[in-house]
């Protein structure tokens, strides 16, 4: 099987994840998405996120309107931090005969070299790249691990989880910007 992994602290989930899974489900003919929230995440100050639990459960009430996406808890067990690297070893254990296609964002390409163990990322997982029309892609020029990348287009969609925290620090309204089914919940929890 192909399997696309969304990884991510989804703090919270947004419809721009949403729409980057579908992107790659239908780009890349996946079989299956595996959206994997991270259970502590090197890169982000885990004061600011949500418990893995309560972002697992939002994930899950989402996916249940996608019978091919699927939320794993498979990086919540783990208390030292959540490397991707890590997370793929023990995916890769766990399906020998799967093909994996770990999806990101364009954001990712210049941190790259900041994840634990990248090299070897580079070279055991297709890592794709939502990459959206607007990116100026002239301040990758000196990158050499390009070529590594698989990329895909897609349409920018103007949302991110710290936008919609603000807004709810804000008292500013959500709505369109996370899925209808759990918007309520998701401006209960973070304000």
């Keep these: 099987m192909k399997i696309g992994l969304l990884g991510g602290s989804f703090n919270p989930i947004h419809n721009g994840h949403i729409a980057l899974a579908n992107e ?3 780009t890349l003919n996946l079989d299956k998405i595996l ?4 259970g502590n995440h090197p890169l982000k100050r885990n004061d600011e996120i949500l418990p893995f639990g309560i972002r697992f459960k939002l ?6 309107n996608y019978p091919d996406f699927e939320a794993s808890n498979l990086d919540s067990q783990y208390e030292d931090l959540s490397y991707t690297d890590e997370l793929i070893k023990r995916l890769k ?11 990101v964002g364009t954001d990712i390409i210049k941190e790259l070299p900041l994840w634990h163990n ?7 997982v297709n890592i794709v790249v939502a990459n959206r029309p607007d990116t100026n892609k002239t301040t990758w020029k000196n990158l050499d691990y390009l070529n590594k990348l698989n990329f895909i287009e897609m349409k920018p969609v ?3 989880s710290s936008m919609i925290r603000d807004k709810i620090k804000r008292s500013d309204s959500i709505s369109g910007l996370v899925p209808e089914e759990v918007e309520k919940e998701i401006c209960r929890l973070y304000s």
């Design 24 to 26: 790659a489900y239908n």
């Design 93 to 103: 254990k766990q399906f020998p005969d799967d093909e994996f296609f770990f999806i």
């Design 59 to 64: 994930i899950e009430k989402v996916l249940d």
């Design 35 to 38: 959206f994997l929230p991270s």
């Design 158 to 160: 103007d949302v991110s």
């Design 118 to 124: 990248w090299h070897w990322l580079l070279n055991n």
